[in-house]
């Protein structure tokens, strides 16, 4: 029987393999199942946007950086298409101003389906003018860029609150088994009274970290606020609302003490009205 059934999706697949781009999907998906395809946020904008550019750094702009040995300048995109949702996903980067290294170490991006959170673990730096290497610091972790289809304005509820919940985490070690995070993140945005506050928990390095009461800005989608940390004293945080109808929060939380920033993005689980 088992021969019979093995027999069976060989045939499928090669008469599917012969039906155009659909049926060769379809093939692809029997007979390789376990290569993620395509879903979620699909791409990364590579810029030198002063405030979320993944080549800004500090008082140095990048004018290109490679990413896992490949090239890419100003403007450009980085496809993630193939890196699984809600997972924290790692790329080797070099940072490069006129053909001399920057900085390298690696980077990590946790995408959902309409927004993306990188940061970056700094492994070495380097002498800008020259290229020499400069130092190896105590590998810290920052927040380079947060992408993604931001909710229009027009898309915002004006009565009633939405839940989001999901992950946060504040360097490529948070990372469990496939990449999975053990962390939480729970946020309560409050549409008819423009505030949100909500939680983080988890993560070692800082204990538990309250989310305080911030303001909505509608105009930009926005919410920012006061971080606490059990761990790591008074911090700020900000994010951004995502979707086509507020699907999504995507944020960090910095200025806490030490060399570590959070990152955290979270999904609608509650809505009411």
Do not use: W
């Amino acid at each position: 029987m088992k021969k019979y059934h093995a027999l069976y999706i060989a045939v499928a697949a090669l008469a599917l393999g012969g039906c155009g781009s659909a049926g060769g999907s379809l093939a692809n998906a029997i007979t390789d199942p376990f290569t993620p395809k395509p879903h979620g946020k699909s791409s990364l904008t590579i810029n030198q946007d002063p405030n979320n550019g993944i080549l800004n750094v500090g008082h140095t702009v990048a004018d290109t950086v490679e990413i896992n040995g490949l090239p890419y300048g100003n403007n450009s995109t980085l496809d993630i298409g193939h890196n699984f949702q809600n997972r924290l996903s790692d790329f080797t980067y070099v940072l490069k101003q006129s053909g001399r290294n920057v900085e390298s170490g690696q980077l990590g991006v946790y995408k959902r389906a309409y927004s993306a959170v990188v940061g970056a673990t700094v492994q070495d730096r380097y002498n800008p003018n020259t290229g020499a290497h400069a130092s190896s610091p105590n590998p810290n972790f920052t927040i380079r860029s947060i992408q993604g289809d931001l909710t229009p304005e027009s898309r915002l509820p004006t009565s009633g609150s939405i839940r989001y919940q999901g992950h946060a985490f504040s360097g490529l070690d948070d990372r469990g088994p496939n990449g999975h995070l053990n962390s939480r993140l729970d946020y309560t945005v409050d549409f008819g009274n423009r505030t949100g506050s909500g939680s983080i928990t988890g993560l070692s390095r800082f204990g538990n970290i309250e989310l305080a009461t911030g303001r909505l800005d509608r105009s930009r989608s926005a919410l920012e606020g006061t971080a606490i940390s059990q761990q790591r004293g008074r911090g700020h945080y900000e994010l951004n609302i995502f979707g086509p109808n507020a699907d999504e929060i995507a944020g960090k939380a910095t200025g806490f003490t030490g060399d570590h920033e959070v990152g955290f993005s979270g999904s609608k689980t509650q809505q009411n009205p």
